[in-house]
């Protein structure tokens, strides 16, 4: 370890010094010659913000920040995560966690001093315009930003939120109060509330859908043991309903790609004899998983439970209205269709 041992103390002796050190001083206090001590000052200034500076006819280095603020300070790829984030989220139409991202994006670059920023901007501009979060289909709801944080007030002072809410079956809004279960963010962001007094299981309230939100007077709060992804793991998606369990068999040519995917947290995946997977969980929220299901047409089967396949057929007939009345032709079989 003698090497490492030298390259920490010459780290040290660089962020100590005031005056800098030149490769003649480095190499004196390590014990080394002077190439070496060359070497090991390359090997720093990749990890470290190495000053230089003009003494006569001499270099001399130093490691100005404080050794704590090397290993605090934002990279730029981290930088561009972020901001790929941001734009992701604003393109998608999420405006309220764009939001709260966004300030937190500002408060990362605001506290990098002008040195920082110049040292982290070449790459910051490169992989800010060559990298995007993807938006693929799906809803666009519009959340004011000061719901959220609303509800994440009652969250932390522990009372309940208060609100009025609409339906597309009942577009009248109803005020409600719920003791806030959570916050669940996705391509809509949902409060999990539960009506305080009752026996019931939480339930899904969209924030676009809500309005006047407030922190109630009344206390209201999650219990200690409220584990919220024991909860979500309950369900394939949003939609509830009694818990099944899901048996899918696949068949050795998708065996790859199935065990590369994630059907749910608590899956188990059988290898069967001829190549096969057998892949079990127990999850509700049979429709949203039958619609997933869908786009593995011809490299799953539904083994159980039987109340999946009834709902299965169920949207393959739904998906056949999409179809031009004058194309009803039946759907061919896989041998038909390459025969």
């Not at 001399?60 to 300070?73: A, E, G, K, M, Q």
């Not at 604003?90 to 506290?111: D, M, T």
């Amino acid at each position: 370890m003698a090497k490492l041992d030298r390259l920490l103390a010459l780290v040290h002796a660089l962020s100590e010094t005031v005056e800098g050190l030149t490769l003649d001083e480095m190499a004196e206090r390590l014990d080394v010659n002077r190439r070496t001590a060359e070497r090991m000052r390359n090997v720093i200034a990749r990890h470290f913000d190495l000053d230089e500076i003009a003494d006569d006819r001499r270099k001399r280095f130093l490691i100005r920040d404080s050794l704590r603020r090397v290993y605090t300070r934002p990279t730029a790829a981290e930088v561009a995560a972020l901001q790929a984030e941001v734009d992701g989220r604003i393109l998608a139409g999420q405006n309220a966690r764009a939001e709260q991202l966004a300030s937190l994006l500002a408060k990362v670059k605001g506290a990098l001093d002008d040195r920082e920023k110049r040292r982290i901007d070449p790459d910051l501009d490169a992989l800010a315009r060559l990298q995007r979060t993807m938006v693929t289909a799906g809803p666009i709801a519009v959340v004011a930003p000061e719901t959220v944080t609303t509800i994440q007030s009652a969250i932390l002072c522990g009372r309940c939120v208060e609100f009025h809410y609409a339906t597309d079956e009942r577009p009248e809004p109803r005020w409600r109060r719920v003791i806030p279960y959570g916050l669940v963010h996705g391509p809509l962001t949902y409060l999990l509330g539960k009506m305080p007094g009752r026996v019931d299981q939480p339930v899904y309230f969209r924030l676009d859908r809500m309005t006047a939100v407030m922190v109630s007077d009344t206390a209201g709060c999650a219990p200690d043991d409220w584990n919220l992804d024991v909860w979500l793991a309950d369900s394939f998606g949003v939609w509830r309903d009694d818990k099944q369990e899901v048996v899918l068999c696949v068949p050795a040519s998708s065996a790859p790609r199935a065990r590369q995917w994630r059907f749910h947290a608590r899956q188990q995946i059988e290898d069967l004899a001829d190549g096969s997977l057998r892949v079990r969980f127990a999850t509700g929220g049979m429709r949203e998983l039958a619609e997933h299901l869908f786009t593995w047409g011809g490299e799953i089967v539904i083994e159980e439970p039987d109340i999946l396949v009834a709902v299965m057929r169920e949207r393959l007939a739904a998906a056949m209205t999409m179809l031009p009345s004058n194309d009803m032709r039946p759907i061919l079989s896989q041998d038909a269709a390459t025969g």
